[in-house]
């Protein structure tokens, strides 16, 4: 008996071909709209749906494969005589291959100013259900739904004659993947577009960017996959242009870098070690700042992450090219820049699009059988309601200082502590249990520099006890939220040394 395929499809690259070979191998070929013209016009013999239904597309072709004579022919068990007879007495033929994907809902909704009138005309109906009714027949019917698989089938094909139970079920099994990615779309927009804040079912999809060698440690498998319509401004979608390949460990410093990094709109560089910052600077120039980022911790920096916010040029590259660092992330590097630091050969160099604007994520963390989901932490001091509490009002040096401090605690994990001046970070206290503690670490890393510098602080003061450790190191302006029963006492213990301090209304838990 004669085979019969049935290919339609949106994504036509390599369908001549693939359609070809199936003819030469002695299959009737069924098609709709578009891809029966193109394979008419390239010579390929094929007859339309509408030969099949007997009923012509209509609707603006909405309906034209949902019916008896396409979905008999694909569900039919081959080997179950009831099936054989009832397609018999209803003259249904068998569709032994079929070739679909669907209209492209993904990159309809990724054009700006969409509107949803034509976001909904590209939600495919009859291709999805083609494509899952020949997957769960996969013991009788071949699916293909990636062109990328269209020469390894030819290839069976003619080799054995159809592909065996085990690639069927392979090929099934990435139909589900995809029809479950594709109605992931679908319902993530119509969840936004509809103004539904918490859908009783969470529905996420992620495309694999790399397997990696190994996660955390060397005996944990892990992968890496990004979110097809995140934000540019990540390493999901980071560029990378010479080194070796990043490691798990490599994407979270990276990651945890560049959140840091984009708070800031005058050149600023960013070390990362373990996903917290160990040296934070800001200058006139990128080569000023990361100069300030290796003062800030000039051993924490070793075998980190840096992350800067302007092109790197030749004189930051000679100072990136003296320390073993894991990876540069920046914009651009000259082409003397490159030179330079692709002349060691694991140094990984990542380019991120910081001109995009940063789409805003939900952030997801997954705990033991369980996802918490929260919006990003995009808050910052443009949008406090900022208090000086205490008699003394700050200095303009004082206030750029708690503000360098401010945008960098929210990255640092909690309890936080950080100790800056008006241009880099002089100390970090990150993830203590109690705050004070978190303080003393900052503060000691500090040691002399902490004297006229600012500290800030993610979460309020519980006890006047930061306030004294912070007056006794010579810190002389302090940035916190507020809002503990007993704030009144951390204010008395600033006027009493005189210190500075800003409530901000807000906290920046980092767990």
């Not at 990328?148 to 589900?176: N, Q, T």
Request: with cysteine; charged share 25%.
């Amino acid at each position: 008996m004669k085979k019969r395929a049935l290919i339609s499809v949106s994504d036509k690259s390599g369908v001549i071909e693939f359609a070809k070979e199936l003819k030469t191998l002695g299959y009737d070929i069924i098609s709709t709209g578009g891809t029966k013209k193109l394979l008419l016009e390239n010579d390929v013999d094929v007859m339309g749906v509408e030969e099949v239904t007997g009923f012509p597309e209509i609707l603006e072709g909405r309906v034209k494969t949902l019916h008896p004579n396409i979905h008999g022919g694909l569900l039919a068990k081959r080997g179950e005589e009831s099936h054989l007879r009832q397609m018999e007495e209803q003259g249904i033929e068998g569709i032994d291959l079929v070739c679909v994907n669907l209209y492209p809902f993904q990159q309809t909704i990724a054009k700006p100013n969409v509107s949803v009138e034509e976001a909904i005309e590209n939600i495919d109906i009859g291709g999805p259900t083609m494509l899952r009714a020949a997957a769960k027949n996969h013991q009788y019917v071949t699916v293909v739904v990636d062109a990328l698989d269209y020469d390894e089938i030819i290839a069976e094909l003619k080799l054995h004659g159809e592909p065996s139970l085990e690639k069927r079920r392979k090929l099934a099994a990435k139909v589900f993947r995809h029809t479950a990615a594709y109605d992931s779309f679908i319902a993530e927009y119509m969840t936004d577009v509809s103004g539904e804040e918490n859908p009783e079912r969470f529905t996420r999809t992620y495309e694999l960017k790399q397997t990696l060698r190994y996660g955390e440690n060397p005996h944990q498998q892990a992968s890496f996959y990004r979110a097809p319509l995140g934000s540019e401004f990540s390493v999901a979608m980071a560029r990378q242009l010479h080194g070796k390949e990043l490691s798990y460990n490599n994407i979270n410093d990276a990651n945890a870098a560049l959140q840091i990094v984009k708070e800031f709109t005058e050149p600023a560089a960013v070390a990362v070690k373990h996903m917290n910052p160990c040296g934070v600077g800001v200058g006139s120039t990128i080569n000023e700042a990361f100069s300030k980022a290796y003062e800030a911790d000039s051993t924490s920096i070793f075998g980190g992450i840096v992350a800067l916010n302007r092109m790197v040029d030749e004189d930051t590259a000679k100072q990136l090219h003296e320390i073993f660092l894991e990876i540069v992330i920046a914009p651009a590097f000259s082409d003397e820049a490159f030179e330079i630091l692709s002349g060691k050969k694991n140094i990984r160099l990542l380019t991120v699009p910081f001109e995009t604007t940063n789409k805003i994520e939900r952030k997801l963390t997954t705990v033991e059988g369980g996802l918490l989901v929260q919006a990003d932490d995009t808050f910052t001091l443009d949008d406090a309601d900022l208090r000086v509490v205490t008699k003394r009002e700050p200095t303009e040096a004082e206030w750029d200082a708690m503000k360098l401090g401010w945008k960098v605690v929210k990255h640092v994990k909690s309890n936080a502590i950080v100790v800056t001046d008006a241009h880099m970070t002089v100390g970090v206290g990150a993830g203590q249990m109690n705050r004070v503690g978190a303080a003393n670490i900052a503060l000691e890393q500090a040691g002399v520099k902490a004297k006229g510098a600012a500290m800030a602080s993610d979460a309020f003061f519980p006890m006047d006890d930061t306030v004294e450790a912070a007056a006794k190191a010579g810190i002389t302006a302090i940035i916190q939220p507020g809002g503990s029963i007993r704030d009144e006492d951390s204010i008395k213990k600033a006027d009493q040394y005189g210190i500075t301090m800003v409530m901000t209304g807000i906290r920046h838990f980092k767990h």
